[in-house]
């Protein structure tokens, strides 16, 4: 029997609660920055693929999407891939020529929420008769399905490529510890195992019509992963209304959210790791509480002094479920979500937990470890602090700038690996390929429903962003064919420069400071680095996209997220950014000779030992834009004779390569420390030059071009 309270206690511990998720970024600015980053995301992985003739759409799902998750969490980044290039039936009439078609089929030995998928002819809407692949499964009666192993098999391999450790947990396959991916269909209409939902009657008023319309329209994924409890598991497709969920939970205001991360911190913190075995209540299962509860009580019980009862309205429903034995899955009912996840003596074991939390209003919340919850809740309570808990703004930049790293490498990731599809192109195909990709770029239509209109002006501006970077290359391209055979460098082309010129505050202008040197024209290119050294101050954050950055783990300057913590959502600052300097070899008349080496890094069975991920962009000449800015400055006030500048130059450049090495801001610090060896060569210092190869040579010594500097130097002495 619960304990007596006063009246105000849930009152006033509901007000402290919503201070401590505060402090830990529960709050509408952070969650708007969270659903932006990840939406921009993934939109420009869609987009990626549109450009690259690939009709895969992206979609972000889960806790990093949903702004619902906190520092201590470590939440996964929940991907789902979507081949729109199969029509997935759900009968005879949506067959379609010339396509991959799959028909839904309830076998009698699926459960409510699974089906097979037959395959069909793309020729005739008549059943295939005889398996195309080895993921083309006869059964028993003779009819061809399409198995569930494909995704699974890929990934496999590829973790075998990479050398990285393969990752599986239910449906979703990965390489990397914090990344979840989840290969889909998309099923052409909603699924009869959803109508009931979409009809049941209501007492309150959400979800509305309108947002019951919509989800109608985003319909429904269809995810390889047979039920846990079926012997041809291999064969099942499970039904995931995933994009319905998510446009339910951004239908949530700031309180509901509140509620669904208590949900879960209690979850990791004080019942899971007291349940016995492998069981687990899991975020999804909270989640569909907070649904439930949503749909079921008053607006005027979801207000900040009423946020206690709220969570525990939510527990109740699960511990009711508990003595039933049924979690029904908020939009099919049928489908129970115990299945797998929790045993008849774990449920019994979750009740335990439950009524003792229930019973002592919350009580354990005060215990809660992660991110210190508990410790912010009693602070909270008592006016004097009862250890050191990092504050409030610090964990807000903490995110900020997490989300500010990771949205830029991701873009300039995004621009690397469009380019390495097209590193074997001559000059002039490249600079062809580019024009006609810029403009196809400007008029590219992702499909979007009517109800995804964040995600349609996300998509805008990526073209943008991503128009600007290729004509980066396209300009230099060009430039570079002109310089090559003598001619004179045309409008167009100062143009292509002139609208790429803030992709960021330093790549675009150096590669012109470049070109305008490699060109003779010195004063001019003296000019524009002086603009970039302006804008290149201490609140400019180095960013590289060649898989030398985990933007997982890398933290920003703490100046320049002070700057971000302004109140706009959008953490996808470019005016904030310098992104790594990127000469391709169609571009190598733009860039000064001694940089051609960097071009040609591999020596001997170098190439054989490229990580997979670097193996194209090695070709390249690529610099971290601070060192680049202060080499070419050596290099043009030596052409101009202004010794006092290029000594001055010189010493920057050593104390930028420090300084970026030690603060974290030089990602190539290979081909740094080899700019400014080639300074000390010209200054006549070979013996200190052949030191700072060597040192280049201890940070990388394979696939660096400080190994042929070496050999050339060792000759000479």
């Known amino acids: 029997?619960?304990?007596?309270?006063?009246?105000?206690?849930?009152?006033?511990?509901?007000?402290?609660?919503?201070?401590?998720?505060?402090d830990l970024g529960v709050t509408e600015l952070i969650i708007g920055r969270r659903r932006h980053t990840f939406l921009q995301e993934e939109s420009a992985y869609t987009l990626a693929h549109e450009i690259r003739g690939r009709p895969f759409v992206c979609y972000h799902f889960g806790s990093m999407t949903e702004g619902t998750t906190t520092p201590g969490m470590g939440s996964d980044i929940d991907t789902l891939g979507c081949n729109d290039s199969v029509n997935i039936m759900s009968g005879r009439p949506d067959w379609k020529r010339g396509k991959e078609n799959l028909l839904m089929v309830k076998h009698v030995s699926c459960s409510p929420q699974h089906y097979r998928l037959q395959e069909i002819r793309t020729d005739l809407p008549l059943p295939l008769t005889v398996p195309i692949d080895a993921f083309s499964v006869r059964d028993a009666d003779g009819i061809i399905y399409r198995s569930n192993r494909a995704a699974g098999t890929v990934v496999r391999q590829l973790a075998a490529v990479l050398n990285r450790p393969y990752l599986n947990a239910g449906p979703s396959h990965s390489v990397l510890e914090m990344y979840d991916f989840v290969f889909a269909y998309r099923c052409g209409t909603v699924p009869v195992e959803c109508e009931s939902w979409f009809t049941r009657p209501r007492h309150g008023i959400w979800p509305t019509q309108d947002m019951l319309q919509t989800a109608r329209e985003l319909g429904c994924f269809l995810i390889p992963d047979g039920h846990c409890n079926s012997e041809y598991s291999s064969l099942e497709w499970r039904v995931s209304p995933s994009l319905i969920e998510r446009h339910l939970m951004f239908s949530m205001h700031l309180i509901h959210m509140q509620c669904y991360v208590s949900l879960k911190l209690l979850k990791k913190d004080k019942i899971n790791p007291y349940l016995n075995g492998d069981g687990k209540l899991t975020s999804f299962h909270c989640k569909t509480a907070l649904f439930y509860a949503r749909e079921q009580l008053l607006s005027e019980m979801w207000t900040a002094d009423r946020l206690f009862d709220c969570i525990l309205y939510c527990l109740n429903l699960i511990r009711d479920w508990t003595i039933s034995g049924h979690f029904p899955h908020y939009i099919m009912d049928e489908v129970n979500l115990f299945d797998g996840k929790l045993n008849s003596e774990q449920r019994v074991r979750l009740r335990t937990i439950l009524d003792i939390i229930i019973d002592t209003h919350l009580a354990p919340l005060a215990f809660v470890k992660t991110d210190d919850?508990?410790?912010?809740?009693?602070?909270?309570?008592?006016?004097?602090?009862?250890?050191?808990?990092?504050p409030r703004r610090a964990v807000h930049q903490e995110i900020t700038g997490f989300l500010f790293v990771y949205s830029n490498v991701h873009l300039v990731t995004r621009i690397r690996i469009i380019l390495e599809e097209k590193?074997?192109?001559?000059?002039?195909?490249?600079?062809?390929?580019?024009?006609t990709l810029v403009s196809e770029i400007a008029l590219l239509q992702v499909y979007r429903h009517g109800s995804e209109q964040a995600l349609c002006r996300l998509d805008s501006v990526n073209r943008d962003n991503i128009i600007r970077h290729l004509q980066q290359h396209l300009a230099s391209t060009a430039a570079s064919i002109c310089l090559q055979h003598g001619m004179h460098i045309g409008n167009r082309i100062w143009a292509w420069y002139s609208a790429a010129i803030d992709t960021?505050?330093?790549?675009?202008?150096?590669?012109?400071?470049?070109?305008?040197?490699?060109?003779?024209?010195?004063q001019m290119a003296a000019d524009v680095l002086d603009d970039v050294d302006r804008r290149y101050d201490n609140t400019v954050q180095a960013i590289c996209g060649c898989n030398r950055v985990n933007p997982l783990v890398t933290r920003p300057r703490t100046v320049c997220t002070e700057l971000l913590n302004e109140g706009d959502t959008d953490v996808l600052k470019t005016n904030r950014v310098a992104y790594c300097v990127r000469f391709l070899r169609q571009e190598v008349f733009c860039a000064p000779p001694f940089l051609h080496f960097e071009m040609v890094r591999g020596v001997g069975e170098d190439i054989q030992h490229r990580h997979p991920n670097q193996r194209e962009w090695m070709n390249w000449a690529v610099f971290d834009s601070r060192p680049f800015l202060h080499f070419l400055q050596y290099l043009t006030f030596c052409g101009l004779g202004h010794r006092h500048k290029q000594l001055q130059a010189l010493q920057s450049l050593r104390v930028s390569i420090k300084n970026g090495i030690e603060q974290k801001q030089v990602f190539h610090p290979e081909t740094a420390t080899n700019l400014y060896a080639h300074c000390l060569e010209m200054e006549g210092r070979t013996n200190d030059a052949l030191g700072f190869y060597l040192a280049s040579q201890e940070l990388l010594p394979r696939n660096n071009a400080a190994n042929l500097h070496i050999r050339k130097l060792t000759n000479l002495l």
């Open 1 to 22: 029997m619960a304990g007596y309270v006063p009246v105000w206690f849930h009152s006033v511990m509901s007000l402290r609660l919503i201070a401590a998720l505060e």
């Open 373 to 390: 919850l508990g410790v912010r809740l009693m602070n909270n309570v008592y006016t004097v602090g009862i250890r050191d808990i990092k």
């Open 423 to 435: 590193a074997d192109k001559t000059p002039d195909e490249l600079c062809l390929y580019l024009h």
């Open 504 to 522: 960021d505050v330093a790549s675009t202008r150096l590669k012109l400071a470049s070109m305008l040197y490699c060109k003779g024209d010195l």
